[in-house]
């Protein structure tokens, strides 16, 4: 049994990593600096955090923090991060600060002290950094696009187009597509990737990048305007206000379940075969925005329809899935929970909230009033 640590072990998807490794009879550290976006004022860890860890509220660029925390360690799962999307693009610094320069000190610390190395380092990456996916074109060509041309968005022509102006299709996208970030946020997490990669390769610490997808479950922050869309729909069908969809709502996402997210982690804590590798985590099955909130809609009794805006915000990408054989190949990783039977978890975590906030339409003001949104 190790010593592990969890950075950001009191969010959504570090409490199911934490349970999964006291389950599994580790002993657990957890550091996290309780982020009032997502855990509003509270100083004491959240109630669902396991009671069986140590709970160390600090920041990971906090040296007197690790010095307490990091003796002993053998393993991190580093999950720590902002996670907003939108807002990344108006709190640049913040966002920088917070992700890039924040796990930046982290890994300058355990370079500097050898003696709390750990044994192995697992990096919460993020399919963001993709960009666009890939799709294939009407002549069987494979395209790995940048973001869509304004001009056409403006026209309202959603699909990617290829070079002679037809639409594609989508394709799994694999790990080795270039990545083309589209939001601080999204710089931010291919910098966490990267940097763990780097110097775990140069100090011999084997290092493992999960590219997680959409992630979805129980704990999922709710009253973070800026979460995943499945909270957010949640959020706003609780208070009886519609899903806000952008675009059409045809676009389509990788949604994967959270203990599936687990499954990865515990997968790349126990075995070498991914070691210095960056691996997709998704579940390789596109939903499309409106078959999302359609869903949540049922799940929560609401016979309205979605608020479809037929607008878009910048930075969006159309369709991205996971190419999920690299990570089935090394770990022997497979999904296990289809979003029909993991949707029902998450509307019944939600619906035990009390005084759930809907912040979207404040969150769609500050894109707008940013020139985020058309
Ligand atoms: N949720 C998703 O769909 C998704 C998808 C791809 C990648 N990710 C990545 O997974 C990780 C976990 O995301 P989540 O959805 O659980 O978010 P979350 O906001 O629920 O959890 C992040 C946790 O990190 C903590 N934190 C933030 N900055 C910190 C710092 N400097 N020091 C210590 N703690 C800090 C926060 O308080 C929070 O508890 C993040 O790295 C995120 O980028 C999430």
Redesign the pocket.
Known sequence: MAVVLV?????????HIVDALVAKGHSVRV?????P???GDRHTPPGYLNKGVEFYK?????PAMLREVLPGVEVIF??????GVGQSMYEIHRYVE??TA?TAFFLEYLVRNPEVRPKKLI??????IYGEGSYRCRDGATIHPRLRPRAQLEDRRWEVLDHDGHETSPLPTAEDKPLYPTSI?AVT?RD?EEMCLSVGYAYKIPTVAL??????GP???LS?PY??VGAIFSARLLNGKPPIIFEDGEQTRDF?HVSD?VQANMLAMESEKADYQALNVGTGTATSILGMSDLLSRYLGFSGDPLILGKFREGDIRHCIADISKARTLLGYEPKVALKDGIGELVKWVEGQEGVLDRSDQATEELRRWGLTD
């Not at 550091?31 to 982020?35: A, V």
């Not at 990096?123 to 963001?128: F, Q």
């Not at 590219?211 to 979805?216: D, H, P, T």
């Open positions: 950075t950001g072990g009191a969010g959504f998807i570090g409490s550091l996290d600096n309780l982020e976006q997502v855990h600090g920041s990971i660029d906090d580093h999950e720590a991060a902002m996670v917070g992700n924040a990096v919460a990456s993020s399919m963001s946020y997490k966490h590219r997680y997808f959409n992630v979805y704990r999922q922050a973070n979460t995943g994967i997210i």
